[in-house]
């Protein structure tokens, strides 16, 4: 199986701050990779699919980039809303695996 | 619009079955391949299963083989994951979602709200 490492585990940044989440795969998955955010209570959210391709609806100041083994995904300005954990999914491979996620809290 | 929503969920005893269903509606259901997900108490996410928009495959993870099956009825728009030899460590909130492609694996691009299974004594 496929090994998905997210850091941090957590964060706790300031609104308008710029936030930078890391995923990395155990094998090269491509571009294989997506993000998703999950609130409180919720269902995830697929935010960016394709490693690098936002979805429509979703705000702009989220983004993410990387292929290979190595990914970044990145909140520009953070807003209050933005609280929640990331999760990085990777779907070159079944299993499916995700990883361990990214819980975000304001400061 | 797309919606799914998951039905089946409760307390169940280790080493008993059940059965959760996701009505699709909102898009043709045959058209995308469909999962189950779930999310252990305080923990991340873990794939289940997959299986193709036709039903001419499914997928299973390790920790769930030879025990649930997934399936699906086209006719119905439902999907289904038929769960026996329950474990206390399936204790989970079991999720639908449905994949942007028919026959493969891509982007998870809606998900029901969930329903919870408990597996205790």
């Known amino acids: 199986d496929i090994r998905m490492t997210q850091s941090p585990p957590s964060l706790s940044a300031s609104v308008g701050a710029r936030v930078t989440i890391t995923c990395q795969a155990s094998?090269?998955?491509?571009?294989?990779l997506n993000w998703y955010q999950q609130k409180p209570g919720k269902a995830p959210k697929l935010l960016i699919c394709?490693?690098?391709n936002l979805e429509t609806g979703v705000p702009s100041r989220f983004s993410g980039s990387g292929s290979g083994t190595d990914f970044t995904f990145t909140i520009s300005s953070l807003r209050p809303e933005d609280v929640a954990t990331y999760y990085c999914q990777q779907y070159d491979n079944l299993p499916v695996t995700f990883g361990q996620g990214t819980r975000l809290e304001i400061k | 619009q797309v919606q799914l929503v998951e039905s089946g969920g409760g307390v169940v005893q280790p080493g008993r079955s059940l059965r959760l269903s996701c009505a699709a509606s909102g898009f043709t259901f045959s058209s995308y391949a469909m999962h189950w997900v779930r999310q252990a108490p305080g923990k991340g996410l873990e794939w289940v299963a997959v299986v193709w928009g036709d039903g001419s495959d499914e997928n299973y993870a390790d920790s769930v083989k030879g025990r649930f099956t997934i399936s699906r009825d086209n006719s119905r728009n439902t999907l289904y994951l038929q769960m026996n030899r329950l474990r206390a460590e399936d204790t989970a909130v079991y999720y639908c979602a449905r994949d942007r492609v028919t026959v493969a694996v891509h982007c998870f691009d809606y998900w029901g709200q969930g329903t919870q299974v408990t597996v205790s004594s």
């Open positions: 394709d490693a690098s």
């Open positions: 094998q090269d998955i491509s571009n294989f």
